[in-house]
């Protein structure tokens, strides 16, 4: 089967978190850290 | 010769570049939010020293007013522009962490009141700025980014619908540039309505959350009144930014039914796609919070590291607002969401007085 000539390739964008995702991530990971001790206080 | 269709080769930027882009804006936020939090510690104590009458101004508006001050006279360099436009991801990051501070049992019921009250307001919001829209002779496509940034979540809702209903780009700067500028506006004027209304906390923190549109000026709006009213502005926007797949999908059926818009695959895939992921990450917190996997001073911390968060989200806000930006975009569709935002201001103070009424909150 041919390809037309101006068809673009398929192109496979690599597997990226959402901005919105990677503050979930960010967050739990702090929480996680504050959770195991590594941050005792947090001053405000 | 057929037209060849370029693709152009996008180098990916390695994490380490990312990184050193965007650390002088993130380092700008900082300095910002941090100097609003100084002016709070030191402009009162010296006011107080000198015997002056001055208002107690609390961090959340110096960091706004500071960022304002540099975007409207100097400028943002372009430097510190990518590190800058982060303020969303603290805001998120900030939001999760927020949910520590509530437990299961207060976001079920003050989750259920607001849900319903948010499906109320989408509903009204919708139907009037669609009503307004037409009134006005607004291109239809405009008038459905409006109503749904008015309805439910400002720009995050318009930028959703904008790629879902294949709308203009030109409309969608309109629709951002009228709900920031109302935002803008709000942050200001709600906390002043507030107090002269005597509103209580829990009340004004619902109204903020279902009134103001953007999820930042929503927070600020509930901080700048009280820390109890902020904690319920961000759980009511939530609920709000919820509804954002549900509101989008509609529209994209709608308008893939005109033929003006690509036809819905997957609706699950879709949902999913469209809701945000923070709420999720918000809850997550709150049930951990809940059964006691954190501490008491645990909590503390975590909430502390929410306001760090929250702290340069509010200095990305005001530097990211330009009033000059804003005006060029022109006055109809800004006159539309002007109505639009006062007349849902009004309805949904009414509906949140009401509920008060009803459901003792």
Known sequence: ?44 | MADAVVIPQVQPVQPALRFLRILPGVLLLAAIGYAGKLLEQNVGAYAKAHHWVFPNIEYVLWAILLGLLISNTIGVPEIFRSGVATYEFWLKAGIVLLGSRFLLGDILKLGGVSLLLVAVEITGAIAFMTFLGRVFHLKPKLITLLAVGSAVCGVSAIIATKGAIDADDEDSSFSIAAILALGAFALFTFPLIGHYLHLGDRAYGIWAGLAVDNTAEATAAGALYSDAAGKLAVLVKSTRNAMIGFVVLAYAIYWASQGQAKAVGNKAAFLWQKFPKFVLGFLLISVLATYQFFSKDQVGALANLSRWAFLLTFAGVGLRTNFRDMKKQGLRPFAVGAIGEVVIAVFTLGLVVGAEKLFGF
Request: proline residues 9%.
């Open chain 1, 1 to 44: 089967m041919s390809v037309p000539e101006n068809a673009a390739a398929p192109v496979n964008k690599p597997w990226r978190l959402s901005l919105d995702s990677w503050a979930v991530v960010v967050a739990l990971l702090a929480a996680l850290l504050v959770r195991a001790g590594v941050f005792k206080h947090i001053p405000w």
